[in-house]
């Protein structure tokens, strides 16, 4: 977990607010530049679906973590930060679970124990430790709009690319021809780790020809 | 993130642990306040949520089943209608086909699973005495592993004709439903477990075996006051 703390590069002008919000969708995207939250990325990528309900929940819950954690940034002592942050998204976490419950019970049932484990997603603590508590609330919410986005962006891509591959659907839908052998491997937690190397490839290879240009 | 203020002195080190116990109190207040304003305001819709699952369940685990009526089993180990569950006591479903022949009744079970409670739903047949039906309601198993209870057919066909046979007074069940292995099953009360979701399945076969044993015969002596009324159609 500390490690995706550690990796998480400050800006190195003070940036425009737009540019808060787009860091997180491309230059410094959780999953495919800074590389945390590799938990619940491997794991609910399996299909489109799953990865999108997945990140929509995460983005909430770090929207709302980010919030809290800012308003109270000049309250909370720097010894129990974060206890109290683990707290406050813990907090959102459970109103989560009780929103999806309540939107529908085949969707719960379908995210199972995914939503508790949002918890441990260390997207959502690094943001709060990195930035939330270290800046105000209007930059603290397009921080974390941005960041959730770019996990939501992240997982999707993921999880299309497997569920093409590993049952031939997108969605749901038949994508792919009968005749397709569909790769098991894919739906399969290896999938997981194959597909999001294939992912940190790509981007790296378009940041060093962007350095090399 | 790394620098930790080291505190010397008593009197700032008194002052800091107050700081801190405010602050921890304080967030503790205000997340207990937002968490039990969601839930009194999603509970209801939750509840309702539910039941309609469960309703709509009866049909999965009914093969033919077109209506339904609630019934709960009260202290004296009488089956009565109801029309909406009160209190704790057991509620199972009976379910009826077009022209209102009673087909069966539908069983709530619950157990511990792998990572949580499991709370499942089965069919049970009076007239030909066996299981015809399971649906898994509510479940945390790992998913990929655990939650294959929900998805291997070779699993979900234990539960199309799983004998539930009664002795011959009728008093208890001849056989208890018991889990075995994969592969092992030799017997028409066995439920055939999963590899790679030992625990979970295990624990279905329990939970069957532990409900079919009190409910079974209780259903099974009762099973002309399930059936309705020629003026209640």
Redesign the interface.
């Known amino acids: 977990m500390s490690a995706g703390?550690?990796k998480h590069t400050e800006p190195k002008a003070d940036p425009s607010s737009t540019d808060e919000f787009i860091k997180g969708l491309w230059r410094e995207n959780p999953v495919f530049v800074q590389v945390v939250g590799m938990c619940p990325t491997l794991?609910?990528s399996?299909s489109a679906q799953n990865a999108l309900a997945m990140g929509l929940a995460t983005a909430f819950v770090l929207v709302m973590s980010n919030i809290?954690v800012s308003a109270?940034r000049n309250?909370?002592?720097?010894?129990?930060r974060i206890?109290?942050f683990i707290?406050?998204i813990?907090?959102?976490v459970?109103?989560v679970d009780?929103?999806i419950?309540?939107i529908?019970?085949?969707l719960h049932?379908n995210l199972?124990?995914?939503i508790?484990l949002i918890v441990v997603n260390c997207i959502i603590l690094s943001r709060a430790?990195?930035f939330a508590s270290k800046n105000g609330i209007g930059k603290s919410i397009l921080d974390a709009m941005g960041m959730g986005l770019g996990f939501v962006f992240a997982l999707f891509c993921l999880g299309a690319v497997r569920e093409i591959l590993g049952n031939g659907t997108l969605f749901g839908i038949a994508v792919l021809p009968e005749s397709f052998e569909k790769w098991i491997i894919m739906i399969?937690?290896a999938g997981g780790f194959f597909t999001l190397a294939a992912w940190l490839l790509l981007f790296n290879f378009f940041k060093l020809k962007k350095a090399k240009a | 993130m790394s620098q930790q203020q080291t505190i010397s002195t008593p009197s700032t080190a008194d002052t800091s642990s107050k700081k801190m116990l405010t602050a921890m109190v304080g967030i503790g207040v205000i997340c207990a306040l937002l968490i039990v304003l969601v839930y009194d305001g999603t509970k209801e819709r939750i509840e309702q949520l539910r039941a309609e699952a469960l309703e709509k369940a009866v049909f999965r685990v009914l093969p033919g089943v077109s209506s339904s009526q609630m019934f709960e089993l009260g202290a004296d180990g009488v089956f009565k209608p109801v029309n909406k569950p009160e209190g704790k006591n057991p509620i199972v479903f009976a379910g009826y086909n077009d022209t209102g022949e009673f087909l069966g009744v539908a069983i709530e079970g619950s157990g511990q699973g792998y990572a949580d409670i499991i709370r499942i739903l089965y069919g049970y047949s009076p007239e030909t005495q066996t299981i015809v039906g399971f649906y898994v309601l509510e479940s945390k198993e790992t998913p990929g592993l655990g939650d294959k209870i929900e998805k291997v057919d070779h699993f979900l066909a234990n539960f199309t004709e799983l004998s539930a046979k009664l002795t011959a007074d009728f008093s208890k069940i001849e056989n208890q439903i018991i889990p075995v292995k994969q592969g092992a099953k030799s017997n028409p009360w066995e439920v055939e477990g999963i590899t790679g979701a030992t625990i979970s399945s295990r624990a279905i076969g329990n939970i069957i075996g532990e409900s079919t044993a009190t409910m079974v015969p209780l259903i099974f002596a009762q099973k002309e006051s399930f059936k309705k009324n020629p003026d209640q159609k």
Do not use: H, M, R, W
């Open positions: 703390i550690t794991a609910v399996n809290l109270l309250f909370i002592p720097k010894e129990v206890a109290s707290l406050v813990a907090t959102f459970t109103i009780y929103a419950q309540a529908s019970v085949d049932k199972g124990a995914f508790a430790e990195a399969l937690p």
